[in-house]
């Protein structure tokens, strides 16, 4: 694969201008199983403030393997394009998490979308089985055990996990008594058969995607079922796709991608004139915020509204992870530095309704420990997460610690799908450089599986999401160029910072 770092913005921009790809630029042809007719029945959205998005309840399988037994129901919704005499087809926004919301995706992007995009897509969102207005599920968790310092594993102050085993334990304990049949039923397996289902209640031969986090190995999943009927594939902060590991993966990643990342907010941190600066140089940063969760470790500080209602040296860790996904997002672990130091007051505590919550963290589960097994020996996980924490103490260890997946009473009804690059040559990966979540070099293991499928376009930038979300026009416009035309790059494109 082209090494994408080596090449110059104006060979790229050359290159762009002139590859096309064997795709067609033609409007995609209405699926002859139903001649084009769309079956959903559309109407307004409930509590929806754009009143251009209609939603639709689509009946799919439990169980695909009985099409014709237990019915659920999958929510989806779309803007259609304002110019139907442009339109090319449907862009379904495949949503992250797992377990996000992505019904009122298309309110949302369409305030950012270019108008070329909008006229000649439909943007169709869904909300993923199990999630929000689609059939939910719940494990019905202890409100303690909705806290983010213990739905992700951080370890104790002394690096102990007997408290994430033991947390493991009774979250399985709870999904296998109160999720039921939809959350056995959970995989991203089914989530590419769901699209598909929505694919053909449309009445699409070819669906265009644009999957973003998780969404992008659900899209690479669906394009890998379903090659056939894929039509411009975006997959945008990608995940790792090797199916020994999946979720499991996912979060090993944080480590590397909490490494990568943290010397943007220390620079940031440390910027003359900066309101929320924490020191005066670069340098200082990253130790002062050890110092800080060390000390928080050994003196919580009481956090009166927050989950549990105290600020340890876990809770700095999390608002760490949390903050560096985007630039905007700064200012919340630098003012949580400042307070550590008693230098600000503890800012009000942001709680999401535990009915929200208890939906996406089951559905979250539901994913990562389906999708593939997970190992068992506890011994094994302790071993894990004592080198990570001398290696990383950024995330000390949290990244390979024990989950409810160690514990989870469901076995994988069938084994991940390996990506490929067996299919048209029709995907393009977004992805910044510095992605806490979603690293780099999960990125090019992805790209490595599509093969000669796909292009990257990587950008020289921090954070999470890549098109239209840092604000760098040559990325943008490889993006935008790719749906609006079918084009692609020639060769992988590296765009400079902006």
């Not at 999943?221 to 090797?242: G, K, Q, W």
């Not at 993966?249 to 909490?258: C, D, P, S, T, V």
């Not at 620079?267 to 600066?277: H, L």
């Amino acid at each position: 694969m082209t090494n994408p770092i080596r090449r110059t913005a104006a060979a790229i921009a050359a290159a762009a201008a002139i590859a096309v790809t064997a795709l067609t630029t033609l409007p995609a042809a209405a699926d002859p199983e139903h001649a084009g007719r769309d079956r959903l029945d559309w109407s307004a959205c409930l509590g929806q403030s754009d009143s251009r998005q209609e939603c639709a309840d689509l009946a799919v399988p439990l169980d695909y393997n009985d099409p014709d037994g237990q019915q659920i129901t999958v929510a989806v919704s779309r803007i259609a394009t304002a110019k139907p005499g442009m339109r090319h087809g449907v862009l379904l926004i495949i949503p992250g998490g797992p377990g996000d919301n992505g019904l009122d995706r298309p309110s949302s992007v369409v305030k950012r979308l270019p108008q070329s995009v909008l006229d000649r897509f439909d943007l169709v969102g869904f909300d993923p089985r199990g999630v929000g207005r689609s059939t939910p599920v719940s494990c019905g968790l202890d409100h303690s055990d909705l806290a983010m310092v213990k739905l992700r594993p951080w370890p104790a102050a002394d690096g102990s996990i007997d408290g994430n085993l033991a947390t493991g334990r009774r979250f399985a304990e709870a999904c296998a008594r109160n999720g039921g049949p939809v959350l056995r039923s959970i995989s991203t397996v089914n989530e590419a058969r769901d699209i598909d289902s929505i694919r053909r209640a449309l009445g699409e031969r070819r669906l265009s995607a644009w999957g973003t986090s998780y969404g992008t190995y659900a899209g690479a999943v669906y394009a890998t079922m379903f090659a056939e009927h894929t039509d411009r594939i975006v997959l945008d902060s990608n995940d790792d796709p090797d199916p020994s590991r999946v979720g499991r993966g996912w979060l090993a990643a944080f480590g590397q991608g909490a490494e990568d990342r943290f010397p943007d907010f220390a620079e940031w941190a440390s910027a003359p004139g900066n309101p929320d600066r924490v020191a005066d140089t670069p340098e200082q940063v990253r130790p002062l915020f050890l110092d800080l969760a060390a000390r928080l470790d050994r003196e919580p500080l009481p956090w009166p509204g927050a989950n549990p209602a105290e600020l340890d040296g876990n809770g700095l860790r999390e608002t760490m992870l949390e903050s560096l996904y985007a630039d905007a997002k700064f200012p919340d672990l630098a003012r949580l530095m400042l307070a550590a130091q008693g230098r600000r007051p503890l800012p009000v505590p942001v709680m999401a309704p535990d009915e929200v919550l208890q939906n996406h963290i089951a559905a979250s589960a539901g994913t990562l420990c389906n999708d593939v097994d997970w190992p068992t020996d506890p011994a094994a996980y302790a071993k894990d997460v004592a080198a990570d924490r001398a290696a990383r103490p950024l995330t000390a260890g949290m990244p390979v610690n024990v989950m409810p997946c160690a514990f989870w009473p469901f076995a994988p009804a069938e084994p991940p799908v390996r990506v490929t690059g067996r299919g048209p040559a029709n995907v393009l990966l977004a992805q910044n450089l510095r992605d806490p979540a979603t690293p780099y070099r999960g990125a090019l293991k992805l790209r490595g599986a599509f093969g000669d499928r796909a292009r990257m376009v990587t950008v020289d930038s921090g954070g999470h999401d890549v098109y239209l979300a840092n604000g760098n026009a040559c990325g943008d416009a490889a993006v935008t160029d790719f749906l609006v035309t079918g084009r692609r790059p020639a060769e992988d494109v590296f765009c400079p910072a902006s």
